[in-house]
């Protein structure tokens, strides 16, 4: 095999699509699944190979649609109120829902309007029109009519109609089979204990059951070495008994990098590089012999994507199907979205109802972040034509969850903290429709976000080093004349320096940054733990170029955290919980109240009354203290 000398190009996808389908075609690829019968009992989720016609009527007689009598009308004609018509026994049939219409009668009387005299004649207060309660024959369905086209996939209505009709068995298409190959030297199958640098096979079982979930088979072979012999053998075997397979990994530049090559060599490759982010390195070609072959990222978002972009398509196509489609909303983006030129950027969103308008938040864009998928909401394409979007504009979003739910999400913007977490769980818990979404963007952020709409809620824990007080100042400059907004408090937590088991530098506190030599990493600017050191060094006069590392930025309690765990920093500033995470130690430096902006209106919300009945809640008090580090003295106290 030449040296790794990958092609990658920027084909649209819509292009991409049309030219794996052409390459499959040429390859001999079949167009459809073989048609097969099952019984209508397992019919659900198959797609119709023939339309499916009804064999009998449905009801196949005429019947009595209510319990009570069958009369003839002709015999009611007189009935009034102040002239009743007696029937006498003779002249109707007592019947019951469903019951055949006995032979001579064509109406009947619902029990309740009938009076039955004591010889059994019944009395009858009103004409009946011919028909009154009578379901005729093929009311539902008539023999010989189009009950289901050709390409229908089928729901449970669909074949308890078909059953209805006198249909025994379906003819549908085979389910398509996926075989999934999972490729590279740090992969481990799931459950394995990891080495350096090991990463675990979550694509796999992720792509296997992105299949499943739209009805189709999968199965996943064993991982396959970086060795380009080892792929094309695992990648023909696979070819053999599946109809569609995605080789997982190698598809972009690496040394390693095998896909393309091998797609080339063991058949023929249609597209490597589409104008999709993430998802750009994609492979797509065909297998000798006729079986398509999805070359996915393997980044977890790219293969993800790949799939339903790719796949999934040729896959309902196989089936004889229409593709999924999803229903897109209007929404209003949160914040400003820049994407670049030349590629469809799939940016993953939150959404949530705030003042009567849906309101989009982009999550965080890296092809490594999975839970951006896991939290999406919704899927916005920014075309590859348009360089991105100003904060507020209206924006088209594809619908990955209901609109119900959306209008149920609490929204927080802000700057994030472990409780949110445990609020939202704990409101689940309690009623499975309510979300409580929070996205970090910390504490001005969130402020902002109140000022102009986008969030019910912001968390928000901003010094003000000239008073010396919490986030109050700032709302009061910040929105000035703007929107009249109330803050309630939800914890104070300890905020201090987070350090390596045992302590081994001996730190006491904020004095201690100034050792020489010693090793700092700071908050990025405008976070609240930034504007805590600044004046705290100022209250101790401290000049922060005395502090080694000042200028290094992390943009989470998290990131601090994992710095030290890692060596490469001796301390930094964080919340305890993050210290916790890593298993390092602490030395608490100052008590700082967190709390909850909105919008005074919003208060009697009853979105938010679930949550202010939670900060209530002595469990939940209880839970957030035994974190370590938190307080709940004054949690749910209305401080504006
Ligand atoms: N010089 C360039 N580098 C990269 C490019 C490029 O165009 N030029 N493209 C980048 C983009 S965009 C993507 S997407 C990735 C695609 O990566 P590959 O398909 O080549 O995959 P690997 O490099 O083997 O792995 C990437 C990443 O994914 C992890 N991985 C792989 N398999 C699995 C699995 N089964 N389950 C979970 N995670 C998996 C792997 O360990 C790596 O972390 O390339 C960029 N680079
Ligand atoms: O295309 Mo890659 O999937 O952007 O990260």
């Not at 597209?271 to 012999?289: N, T």
């Not at 938040?361 to 075309?383: C, E, H, Q, Y």
């Not at 930025?553 to 919980?577: F, K, P, Q, S």
């Not at 009945?613 to 035994?626: I, M, N, Q, S, Y």
């Amino acid at each position: 095999m030449p040296p790794s000398s990958p092609f990658l190009s920027d084909v649209p996808a819509a292009e991409a699509l049309a030219a794996w389908q052409a390459v499959c075609g040429a390859a001999g690829c079949p167009a459809l699944t073989e048609a097969e019968t099952v019984p209508v009992q397992h019919g659900v989720g198959r797609v119709t190979a023939e339309p499916v016609w009804a064999r009998r009527s449905s009801p196949a007689f005429d019947s009595a649609a209510m319990d009570g009598i069958a009369v003839r009308a002709a015999d009611t004609v007189a009935a009034t109120e102040t002239f009743p018509v007696l029937l006498a026994p003779e002249s109707f049939v007592v019947v019951d829902t469903g019951d055949p219409l006995p032979e001579g009668y064509d109406a009947v009387v619902m029990r309740e309007h009938v009076h039955r005299t004591a010889d059994g004649s019944a009395e009858l207060r009103a004409a009946v029109p011919p028909y009154q309660h009578v379901r005729s024959i093929g009311e539902d369905i008539s023999a010989t009519e189009l009950l289901l086209p050709t390409g229908h996939r089928l729901r449970a209505v669909d074949v308890a109609a078909a059953a209805a009709a006198g249909v025994t068995e379906l003819t549908v298409r085979r389910k398509p089979v996926v075989v999934v190959v999972p490729t590279g030297d740090e992969i481990r199958p799931i459950g394995s204990e990891l080495g350096p640098g090991d990463i675990l096979d979550t694509n796999s079982l992720m792509l296997a059951e992105q299949a499943k979930e739209s009805g189709w088979e999968a199965r996943t072979t064993p991982v396959v070495p970086d060795d380009p012999d080892r792929i094309i053998a695992a990648l023909r075997e696979a070819a053999a008994e599946a109809d569609l397979v995605v080789l997982v990994a190698g598809s972009s530049a690496g040394r390693d990098d095998y896909t393309a090559r091998v797609v080339e060599a063991a058949g023929t490759l249609a597209v490597h590089g589409v104008a999709v982010k993430p998802g750009h390195p994609v492979v797509l070609g065909a297998v000798e012999g006729g079986t398509p072959v999805l070359g996915a990222p393997g980044y977890p978002v790219s293969a993800a994507l790949t799939f339903e972009i790719f796949a999934a398509p040729m896959l309902a196509r196989l089936e004889g199907a229409a593709p999924r489609e999803r229903p897109f909303v209007s929404a209003r983006l949160a914040r400003k979205l820049a994407s670049t030129l030349g590629s469809d950027d799939w940016v993953r969103v939150r959404l949530g109802q705030v003042g009567g308008e849906i309101v989009a938040t982009p999550l965080p864009r890296g092809a490594g972040v999975l839970t951006s998928l896991v939290r999406a909401d919704g899927l916005l394409v920014v075309p590859a034509g348009v360089e991105g979007h100003h904060a507020g504009e209206q924006v088209r979003v594809n619908l990955l969850r209901g609109a119900e739910e959306i209008g149920r999400t609490i929204v927080a913007i802000g700057s994030h903290d472990l409780v949110l977490d445990i609020a939202a769980s704990r409101l689940r818990q309690a009623d499975p429709r309510i979300t409580l979404a929070s996205s970090n963007v910390g504490s001005l952020g969130g402020l902002v976000a109140i000022r102009d709409g986008l969030c019910h809620l912001a968390g928000s824990h901003l010094l003000d080093p000239e008073t010396g007080e919490y986030t109050l100042p700032y709302l009061d400059r910040l929105l000035g004349d703007g929107p009249k907004v109330a803050v309630i408090r939800l914890v104070h937590r300890d905020q201090g320096l987070i350090v390596p088991p045992g302590n081994p530098l001996g730190l006491s506190g904020i004095a201690d940054l100034a050792r020489p030599g010693l090793r700092y990493v700071n908050r990025q600017r405008g976070a609240g733990t930034r504007v805590l050191l600044d004046q705290e060094l100022a209250r101790l006069g401290l000049d922060p170029s005395g502090v080694t590392g000042y200028g290094r930025e992390e943009h989470t309690h998290l990131a601090v955290a994992a710095a030290v765990a890692g060596d490469r920093v001796d301390t930094g500033l964080g919340i305890r919980a993050a210290a916790r995470a890593f298993g390092l130690d602490f030395v608490p430096v100052a008590q700082e109240p967190y709390d909850l902006v909105l919008r005074a209106d919003a208060v009697d919300d009853p979105l938010l009354a679930p949550l202010w009945d939670l900060l209530a809640d002595p469990g939940f008090r209880a839970e957030v203290e035994a974190l370590g580090g938190y307080s709940c003295a004054e949690t749910g106290l209305r401080i504006r």
